[in-house]
């Protein structure tokens, strides 16, 4: 019973991480219905960011001057179309935000010597790193997203596929292939009860992956900008016949999808390292939203907990039995099972199109 | 007509003597394959140590004779079908008599290439994998004749961490051991052989568990370990560069805390000490190299010879990357650099002794590597030995030792992996 009881705690609490991944990929999924196959790369991408603040890790001058000007250029000739609007405030808000972002890859944030308490330097550079996760993806989906909009939802997909590579390559460049240590030194919270026992860093990642989930929820469905996210949703051409501006919405969408991956990353690396490869784990997603449903948050929720319940009890009860390996598989044979008995999820919208 | 007739067979005697001078002019090729990116992480130090070594050869080493060798570097992303694909095409588009000697570095791409290599092109193959299942009781020369490996089989290596642990447990009872290994083929390399060795030596074996490189946890691992009431865990098939180590030994060592941890030659380096950190303290492993990089690398004892050559090395020939270190684009771990050199080396040694001695083709290069007694340059303590097992059979023991100190306004860890034992020469071990 206890074997059970701890198998099952431990898998809730990875679940709730997976949940949140899963969260990602459904709001995206909701407003313009894209799945965005660059959720491993965001994962990292948002982790070296917060990595770069809390850990005060800098980067060679030309490295942090080519991102400084990639921000320049952003804010200069993207966001803005508008000549004049482009000289008066993209063009000086640019050069702002390049110099900024020059100075904090190449000089560093330097909280290590102002704050030595790890926790409050934590509960400093996690916003920051999130915002600049957020920031991040609104500026993904400004560029590669925005173009194609009222194309096909397949071609977003697509897009999100070739962007995954490039992005992972940028990563490569920026920080090399290596792992970075990754302790975040946060106050021990270790459970251990008799034989039941839970690690401080597994319980940290529950716990904040779910104040994260509940703000999302919170922001979606108690704000004015969640009910203009969920009529967009609904329907796009009569959102924006009521005055909504649909493709802010969708960048809004992007950013906190963004910034959400980055909680989960930085939660998944601290149990461990943070490397490029850990990208994978951002494709822990697909199990999680195919049963949950593709377009359900609770489902995201239900499905994140089940993957991670099904890989540990995988994990503590089938693969001594011989089947080594079986962890790895154990999430898509539930997704099979599923999708054999409810083949839009959980929780999904059942939809029925004419052919 | 006579003016014709001359025309014809000056131009026939100019033909013969152009494809003469063709034929003698043969070029001497090899082609070098490293892991130097994918799943093990960003290792491009090999590279940079076989084109040092290469350079260095081509030039102030004179290359083979006076003959400078034309070498070829392929990245195989420790993809063993890339490894193949990349075998296959170098012997596709190179003679048998200019490709003379080939390398690789993963057991995963030493079975598909066993009848091409040792049946077909019968080309000498140098391999940084331990491979028990090629090198150890049931392979061995007779059955693979071109396979040549660097290091003594993960099988041998995991067989000394159990005498460690026969000569080292205290505690009453048999030692209860646990088994941790990355479902590949290194990582099912070599276990089976430790684990019955284990049971020969009257050990409990009480865990067998296969932790993938895809893990977020190892919770569950450690808590079977746990429940196991493991003494030992050896933790065998993984770099120690990557987030999955890290993983495995923060772990362990919150919920293993009384456990001896050990593992085999990949996760007894340098990188493993960045990345698990405190957590890596107290680990034993074995490995069949000496010491390479302490952290920081200053400490590094420079008493052994090809130690000290390959920083030296690296010093004048990658000083920035020597100098960035752990930084992004620097050399991280020497032991990947030295391995490189160290190709460059023997390449250079295995094809002058069969210019010298034999013929310079492949058999005669395979003759110069079964007769070749070398030093390695003094790495192995000074003691040289014939290559008669295709291995290298010295192996060593070594403890990690970490410690944290504050450098700056960071936390950073200091320490290295010290030697508890000599050189062992496993074929001399009756086990």
């Known amino acids: 019973m206890i074997d059970l009881l701890q198998t099952l705690g431990s898998g809730v609490l990875v679940g709730l991480v997976y949940a949140l991944l899963g969260l990602c990929i459904v709001i995206i999924f909701k407003s313009s219905e894209t799945f965005n196959f660059a959720i491993g790369e965001f994962l990292i991408i948002g982790s070296f960011l917060f990595y770069t603040l809390f850990f005060n890790e800098t980067i060679p001058w030309y ?79 400004r560029v590669t997203i925005k173009p194609l909009l009222g194309r096909s939802p397949i071609a977003m997909t697509i897009v999100t596929l070739g962007l995954g590579f490039f992005l992972r390559a940028c990563v490569q460049l920026i920080w090399g292939s290596h792992a970075y240590p990754f302790f975040l030194d946060l106050p021990d919270i270790t459970v251990e009860v008799g034989d039941l026992l839970f690690l401080s860093d597994p319980i940290w990642a529950g716990i904040i992956s779910l104040i994260i989930f509940g703000l ?52 998944i690396s601290n149990f461990g390292a943070l490397q490029v490869s850990m990208g994978f784990v951002g494709l822990r997603a697909i199990p999680v939203v195919l049963i949950g449903g593709m377009d359900s948050i609770g489902g995201a929720m239900a499905g994140g907990i089940l993957v991670g319940i099904c890989e540990a009890l995988a994990g503590a009860y089938v693969e001594p039995l011989g089947l080594v390996g079986f962890k790895a598989v154990a999430p898509y044979l539930l997704l099979l099972i599923v999708l054999f008995i409810r083949p839009y999820g959980l929780f999904g919208t059942v939809r029925i199109e004419r052919v | 007509m006579k003016k014709r007739t001359f025309f014809v067979v000056a131009f026939i005697l100019a033909l013969v003597f152009l494809s003469y001078g063709a034929v003698c002019a043969k070029e001497i090729k090899v082609l070098a394959q490293f892991p130097m990116s994918g799943p093990v992480g960003s290792l491009p130090e090999f590279g940079w140590g076989f084109i040092d ?35 296959n095409k170098y012997t596709a588009e190179h003679s048998r008599d200019e490709l003379l000697i080939a390398t690789g570095y993963i057991t995963g ?21 331990y491979s028990t299942e ?71 074996v009480v865990a067998e568990i296969e932790y993938p490189y895809s893990a977020t946890a190892a919770t569950n691992e450690c808590m ?208």
């Open chain 2, 224 to 431: 079977q370990l746990r429940k196991a009431k493991a003494q030992y865990v050896v933790y065998h098939g993984y770099s120690g560069a990557t987030a999955h180590t890290a993983i495995f030994f923060k772990t362990a060592k919150k919920i293993l805390k009384d456990v001896q941890l050990m593992g085999t030659h990949y996760t007894t380096l340098r990188f493993t000490i960045l990345t698990g950190q405190e957590a890596f303290d107290g680990y034993v492993g074995v490995s069949t190299r000496p010491i390479m990089d302490a952290v920081p690398r200053i400490r590094t004892p420079m008493d052994n010879p090809m130690v000290k050559l390959a920083h030296n090395f690296a010093k004048k020939y990658r000083p920035e990357e020597y100098e960035k270190g752990l930084k992004a684009g620097g050399i991280k771990e020497m032991f990947l650099y030295t391995e490189g050199l160290m190709y460059a080396f023997l390449i250079q040694n295995a094809l002058t002794d069969a210019d010298n001695k034999y013929e310079l083709n492949r058999e005669g290069i395979k003759m110069a590597l079964d007769n070749m007694v070398w030093d390695f340059n003094g790495m192995f303590g000074g003691k040289s030995f014939s290559w008669k097992s295709h291995t290298i059979p010295m192996l060593r023991l070594y403890r990690a030792r970490v410690e944290m100190v504050k450098m700056g306004d960071k936390m950073v860890p200091t320490g290295g992996v010290v030697p508890i034992s000599n050189w062992i020469n496993t074929d001399e071990i009756k086990w």
């Open chain 1, 216 to 267: 999302v929820i919170a922001f979606l469905f108690r704000t004015r900008w969640g009910l203009a996210i969920r009529a967009t949703s609904e329907d796009q051409a009569k959102a924006m016949a009521f005055g909504i501006n649909a493709r802010f919405i969708l960048l809004l969408v992007w950013g906190i999808s963004a910034l959400c991956i980055a909680v989960a990353g930085i939660m």
């Open chain 1, 63 to 141: 490295k942090a001057l080519q991102l400084g000007a990639v921000i320049f250029l952003f804010f200069s000739f993207i966001l803005f179309y508008d000549k004049n609007l482009r000289l008066r405030i993209a063009l000086p808000l640019g050069m702002v935000t390049g110099f900024l972002i020059f100075c904090v890859f190449f000089f560093g944030l330097k909280l290590s010597s102002l704050i030595t308490s790890s926790f409050l330097r934590f509960a400093i550079a996690f916003p920051l790193g999130l915002l600049a996760a957020g920031l991040f993806g609104a500026m993904v989906e």
């Open chain 2, 53 to 87: 070594g290469m350079n260095w050869v081509n030039g102030e080493g004179r290359g083979v004779n006076g003959k400078k060798i034309t070498w070829y570097l392929e990245d195989f992303r420790y993809d063993p079908t890339v490894e193949v694909a990349n075998f």
């Open chain 2, 134 to 204: 090629i090198w150890g009781e049931k392979g061995g020369p007779s059955k693979y004749p071109y396979y040549y490996s660097l290091g003594g089989t993960y099988g041998n290596q995991i067989k000394l961490l159990m005498k460690w642990i026969k000569d080292n447990h205290k505690a009453k009872g048999k030692p209860r051991v646990g088994f941790v290994y990355s479902p590949t083929a290194w990582g099912r390399d070599g276990t089976p052989e430790g684990i019955a060795y284990a049971k020969k030596l009257g050990f409990k």
């Open chain 2, 109 to 129: 791409g030493l079975k598909p290439l066993i009848e091409k290599v040792n049946v077909e092109e019968k080309i000498p193959w140098i391999e940084g994998s």
